[in-house]
């Protein structure tokens, strides 16, 4: 009778009478425990366990049914919506960490001058960094810098950053999130309030041809609709870090999200080959045309959610990109492409489908994609 039940029991249909017999019946008969194990492994293969992490698309899917009812008096721009959701979730996953994993060690990673870059630092320290840089942002909205006096001249990331770092009288702890929580609030609020409109501001950004420790070199700027965007694609991979190093699940943006941080990336592609030739690091262009001209051109082709293709053009970032001229063909998950972008993958290791010109694929994908990183 009671082995007649084990079947049941696995699947948890019995009643709780028939669970307890079943259980005492097991603890004294050691074929039905074995059978009962057996039952149980199988459902578990039928029945896998699913994360009890939160769906990352979740939160904007809610967003959109409350706004949906009810229209925000002041909306945010649509392409302020990927950094707003990648702060929010991040904010999460600190509240959610005790005060110790603060001290946990992180090791940024980025590609510098074709080869790998690294350097040490701890949660808090990360926090710091984000802080800093958003600050960019900030200034050109003309928001209070959060790094005040000590400010570099030179709006460069890694200069603030380091100047942030040397300020601390001691390192970073977790009275960082306040200010950088803020930051990121008043950011939204102001973006919201400037209307769409301020997506064209420009936001220095960055500066190329400067050794460390020098000023000068050439002024990088996105408008504020791009800025953004490269705002939200650095905070989640730093999110990504500050996961790997305190042992917490994470999941990619939302792939409407991802699409927007995948599509920048793709844009920049051309101008950052041309200062790769510049500074002697790619190929010489081979067939100049002129500006919106169509000319040779690599097709990106990014799988999966997020997903889409891009023509790049590999001559001169004013040309135009064309299928009619395309003379390579890469193909990579789009979560790939994002994490090579950010220097998270090396460009010799990027599981991409490869075919064409090999130079061109070189040059484009495995190491301009690549200097797109910076720390």
Do not use: N
Request: proline share 8%; net charge negative.
């Amino acid at each position: 009778m009671l082995k007649s039940l084990l079947g049941a029991w696995a699947l948890a249909a019995c009643s709780a009478r028939e669970s307890v017999a079943v259980e005492e019946h097991l603890g004294t008969c050691g074929p039905c425990a074995e059978e009962a194990l057996r039952l149980r492994d199988a459902v578990g293969l039928l029945h896998p366990a699913e994360s009890l992490d939160l769906d990352p698309g979740l939160r904007t899917r809610v967003l959109e049914s409350c706004l949906g009812r009810r229209p925000p008096r002041i909306p945010l721009p649509e392409w302020a919506a990927p950094y707003d959701a990648e702060t929010a979730r991040l904010d999460a996953l600190l509240q959610d960490i005790g005060d110790a994993e603060w001290h946990a060690p992180v090791r940024l990673r980025w590609f510098e001058d074709d080869g790998p870059v690294s350097r040490k630092t701890t949660v808090a320290g990360v926090i710091a960094h984000l802080l800093a840089v958003d600050g960019l942002v900030g200034t050109a909205l003309g928001l209070e810098d959060p790094l005040g006096p000590e400010a570099p001249r030179v709006p460069d990331p890694t200069r603030r950053t380091e100047a942030y770092w040397r300020a601390s009288h001691v390192p970073p702890t977790r009275a960082v999130r306040g200010p950088w929580r803020d930051q990121t609030h008043e950011l939204i609020r102001t973006v919201s309030f400037a209307g769409g409109g301020s997506g064209r501001l420009a936001v220095e950004y960055g500066v190329a041809g400067a050794p460390p420790g020098e000023e000068g070199g050439r002024s990088v700027e996105l408008p504020l609709r791009d800025s953004m965007v490269e705002r939200a694609f650095e905070c989640w991979i730093h999110a990504e870090d500050i996961a790997d190093a305190v042992d917490y699940p994470y999941e990619p943006p939302s792939p409407r999200h991802l699409h927007h941080m995948i599509d920048l990336a793709a844009r920049m592609l051309p101008a950052t080959l041309a200062e790769r030739r510049r500074a002697g690091r790619a190929a010489p262009s081979r067939e100049l045309v002129a500006a919106g001209a169509p000319g040779r051109s690599l097709r990106l082709e990014v799988e999966g959610v997020g997903g889409g293709e891009w023509f790049i053009p590999l001559d001169s970032p004013g040309a135009s990109g064309s299928a009619e001229c395309e003379v390579a063909h890469i193909a990579l998950d789009g979560v790939e492409f994002c994490r090579l972008a950010a220097g998270h993958v090396a460009p010799e290791e990027a599981a991409a489908g490869q075919m064409g010109d090999r130079e061109a694929i070189r040059d484009v994908l495995l190491f301009a994609a690549a200097s797109l990183s910076r720390l």
